[in-house]
């Protein structure tokens, strides 16, 4: 597991080089995070290799791809859990370096992450894990003697009412069903209000109803905030896609468009449809 | 007072305000006005005792702030504790002055040693002011290095206890030198006074017993008011999924060091306060099986509520100088056999008594 963990120290990431950021501009018109030539591997798999990726402002993008295809490791090294062995990652508007940044300093410029498991402060209350959440100053000071205010009260208000968990804010989050567990991680996502969101499998272990007010969600979000969906399910893909779909195989991208065009891609039926 | 409210309900305060007229009120009455005839005269061993119990309590509490609350299973707190009390023995012995055996303004051992000077680090320490907050200091900046590099490098759970507990050996080991310059295996003792006043003196004693238990309820205090914050919220976090907290955006090396300091630095303050009353520090605190105790004190009395403590400490260092008055060959047993008691039948201390007795009554009893 060691070779996960990101080693320190951190830096403040160093500026991007402004040819990269040409090729970036080249790439797209509107964007906003750009995932330049990242590799990595573990013990000699590879795991990513030159992955480059431009995800433009507000839009919802799905990854799909096969199972050991990068889909996590690529949501690792954007989250700062894993250090690529090359390539860099950044905000079109920082245009620094993303990739030595500690991970919750990664988490505060702007980048949230919803993890496959539902993974919930399950010994704190429903409003515990928002309050937890939500963006305000994280340090220290602030956390031992700041006070919530009126407006943020208002805003978790707001949140556990998309979320569907109002009657439930007392209630500690261990004691959800599964199905909640996911909504008031993808609440606590909101809470945060980051960029770019990250959402690694939201559907799995949901029953059909949940998926659908999930795919409903998912598409709201897009617009205020960049949504990368992250799924092997392909039914589900098919509810939500509505912007580019990218289709990860083996570490690289196979094919990246709409996804009527990425459907009809030979190569792509091949390793992933036609199963 | 927003602030105070939030800390306790109503019974609570009720509560604390009990203990607090009990402890600091009561008990020196008796002792003070009450002949040391009457029956209910509360001697000065019994306000030693009590005194004694009231800066173990002071531990228990830094301990399941670290633990109970953030996570990290110290199993080197007696390191802390010994510090403090280290730094305030050294003022009391220049404070001896030469007053000692061999007449001479340098503490006794040293003169047994030949020295002819004090060592550097003694400067400063006949200064009652510099060595309080040496106590609290040194504990404080020997935590934070500590902490620093375990936590930055990302140890964690069993592995962290390990190294805690060799940091404890070692320091026994280091400080049962005499090249150390902190009186070897003998230690610090032979205490005169303290703060020019003498130690033998009842008042003297008594003061030492109000101060144990003022400082006992200001940590309670403290400690309260950390874990009830949403810095509180925080430590629970990296306790339960620190990935998570990291991911959320806290620097989790941040607040785990905040818990642990704080925690080092009681434990200063608490030996600060019991040297004094025992009249003695050695290097046989700093046995690895004395911070073992504290953790058991915390795990008997309840982890994570801080008032269970607190209960914990006085329940299991009461029975301890109990026992080892009537049975001390049973000592050990007996807290062995409450600890695995209180593991499988109450895992979460004597304080959920209350909870599982109602519980049961309701039937809704696991």
């Known amino acids: ?275 | 007072m927003g602030n105070l409210r939030r800390l306790h309900s109503p019974k609570g305060w009720l509560l604390l305000a009990g203990a607090a007229t009990v402890f600091l009120g009561l008990v020196p009455l008796l002792n003070a006005v009450l002949p040391a005839s009457s029956p209910l005269h509360a001697s000065s061993y019994f306000l030693l005792l009590l005194g004694k119990f009231a800066c173990y309590a002071m531990v228990a509490l830094a301990v399941d702030l670290v633990w109970g609350y953030t996570g990290i299973l110290s199993l080197g707190h007696g390191v802390f504790f010994a510090l403090g009390g280290y730094a305030i023995g050294m003022n009391l012995m220049l404070e001896i002055g030469d007053r000692g055996v061999y007449r001479s303004a340098l503490p006794d051992f040293m003169v047994f040693l030949d020295w002819k000077e004090l060592p550097w680090f003694w400067h400063g320490f006949d200064s009652f002011g510099f060595a309080l907050a040496m106590a609290i200091v040194v504990p404080g900046v020997l935590a934070w290095v500590f902490g620093y590099l375990a936590f930055r490098s990302r140890i964690r759970g069993v592995y962290f206890s390990i190294i805690t507990q060799a940091l404890s050996y070692a320091l026994m080991l280091l400080f049962f030198r005499n090249e150390t310059g902190l009186g070897g295996n003998n230690g610090l003792t032979d205490f005169k006074a303290i703060y020019g006043y003498p130690l033998q003196a009842e008042s003297t004693k008594l003061a030492l017993y109000v101060l144990s238990f003022a400082a006992l309820f200001a940590t309670y205090l403290a400690c309260r008011f950390v874990v009830k914050s949403k810095l509180g919220a925080v430590l629970r976090a990296v306790r339960d999924v620190e990935g998570k907290a990291r991911f959320t955006g806290y620097d989790t090396l941040k607040f785990k060091l905040f818990a642990w300091v704080m925690s080092a630095a009681i434990c200063g303050l608490a030996g600060a306060l019991y040297v004094p009353q025992v009249g003695i520090i050695n290097p046989s605190e700093l046995q690895p099986a004395n911070s073992i105790e504290m953790v058991i004190w915390v795990a008997v009395g309840g982890r994570g509520t801080l008032g269970g403590a607190a209960l914990g400490a006085f329940i299991i260092n009461g029975a301890k100088s109990w026992f080892t008055v009537w049975a001390p060959e049973v000592w050990l047993f007996f807290l062995g056999g409450l600890f695995v008691a209180v593991t499988l039948f109450l895992p979460n201390g004597l304080v959920s008594i209350g909870e599982r007795l109602r519980l049961r009554v309701k039937g809704k009893a696991p």
């Open chain 1, 1 to 275: 597991m060691n070779a996960f963990v990101k080693p320190g120290p951190w830096t403040r990431g160093a500026d991007v080089d402004p040819g990269l950021l040409l090729r970036v501009q080249e790439r797209s018109a509107n964007p906003l995070l750009a995932i330049v030539d990242v590799s990595v591997s573990f013990d000699g798999f590879k795991a990513l290799t030159d992955l480059t990726m431009v995800l433009d402002d507000g839009e919802l993008r799905c990854v799909i791809g096969p199972n050991g295809a990068g889909k996590t490791t690529l949501m690792d090294v954007i989250t700062g859990k894993t250090l690529p062995d090359r390539g860099c990652v950044f905000f079109l508007d920082e245009k620094r370096d993303l990739i030595r940044s500690a991970e919750h300093e990664i988490a505060q410029r702007g980048i949230g992450r919803k993890f496959q498991r539902p993974t919930v402060f399950s010994n704190h209350t429903v409003r515990e894990n928002l309050d937890l959440a939500l963006k305000c100053d994280k340090g220290l000071v602030h956390s031992l003697f700041g006070r919530q205010t009126a407006l943020e009260r208002a805003r978790i208000g707001e949140i556990l009412e998309t979320i569907g968990l109002q009657d439930c804010e007392q209630v500690e989050a261990g004691t959800l069903s599964h199905g909640q567990k996911q909504w008031l991680e993808i609440g606590m996502l909101l809470a945060q209000d980051p960029k770019v969101l990250l959402v690694d499998e939201p559907v799995a272990g949901m029953t059909h109803q949940e998926v659908e007010r999930t795919a409903e969600l998912l598409r709201s979000l897009a617009g205020r905030h960049t949504v990368v969906v992250v799924e092997h399910d392909m039914d589900f893909v098919r509810s939500i896609a509505q912007d580019t779909v990218t289709v990860l195989h083996e570490g690289k991208i196979l094919a990246e468009g709409s996804l009527d065009a990425v459907k009809s891609d030979p190569r792509v039926i091949e390793v992933y449809l036609g199963e």
